[in-house]
């Protein structure tokens, strides 16, 4: 017996604070797996008719371990003094792209800490020289919190897009997950100063992350819908040994798949990633999150003597799969699922007209 319409776009654009919460309690606590797969269907066929059955992939380079921060979930954060710190050159970083782009990427994934040494001015030299070599790519950076003149100077450095999880909208809980400099309000401001400047903008939370609630769920939901941004990552959260948070439960992955197919439902040409942190519990959900209407995939191009210790989490899916010599197992995959890979820009629907897709 089915429990609750499918919801649809209108529905999830028109749904107030509490009608929100109720669906959302509904997929997470109550559903059966026939709703579940009802909502997944619908998801499959939002991706599909606005976007097509494909599924964009981009290389992702974790350029250095260094961080000023302490997230309190992250093994990266400044007061684990067991991480393992390294930061790739200029050099390394130019070679791993020219690698990819033999392999025919033309979408790259710029992610580390916050690492004062290349946020001072020397990741634009770097994004300026990787555009100048490279014009037909586009250039994600996933760094952390900025200023507004930091983003802008990125920005005609030639970076196409900024993805900055907003990791929880309630500001209460986001004080739970992070140092006291750290808030909410300037993780909004960025995102929005982000998207002012003309960037395709990703926030995203980790599901099951402590301290979430279906509440917060909710403010996440609300905030997502308002901001609208161009992608969404969903991951679940997994404890890192050396955090406060070692403790802690893992996220479920059940809960990331309905929630990333509502979002896709409630944007519908949203770039909805399958995340590292979901293909880390078992690289068959990997699939699912395609099945749930993911259409992104960000395989991991850095260099295998630096991958253990980009550590941001326990047992993170390494050299096996997510290795660049792996790319054509991930092809497979996506091929088995009726959908085609693509290695383009793989720009947001809304910046097609602009740059070549
Ligand atoms: N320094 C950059 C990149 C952080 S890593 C930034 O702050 O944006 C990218 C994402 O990994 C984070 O935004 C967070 O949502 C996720 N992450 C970090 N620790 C995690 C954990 N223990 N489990 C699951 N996801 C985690």
Redesign the pocket.
Known sequence: MKNKDVPNEALLLGADRSEMKDLIDFYLNMSTNEDKEDLYSMARRVRDSNDGPRVFLRGLIEFSSF?R?D?F????SVRNRKAVRYRMTEQEIVQVIRNGYAMGFRSFVL????DPYYLAGRLSELVFSIKSLFSDIALTL????LNSEQYLQLYQAGADRF???H?TADEEHFSKLHDANQHFSIRRKSLETMKRIGYQVGA???VGSPYQSVDTLTEDFLFLRELSPHMI?L??????IN?R?AKFPY?SVDHTLVLTALCRIMLPNVMLPATT?LASCDIQHRADAFRAGANVVMPCLTPQKYRDAYA??DGKLSSSTEAAENVRFLINQIHDLGLSAEMSRGDHFDFRERKSD
């Open positions: 961080c921060n997230c979930y992250c093994g990266l992610q580390s800490g916050e996933s760094v952390g919190v993805l900055l999880r990791e995203g939370l980790m990552g991951g679940p959260f997994r404890p890192h955090t948070f996220g942190a941001i989490y």
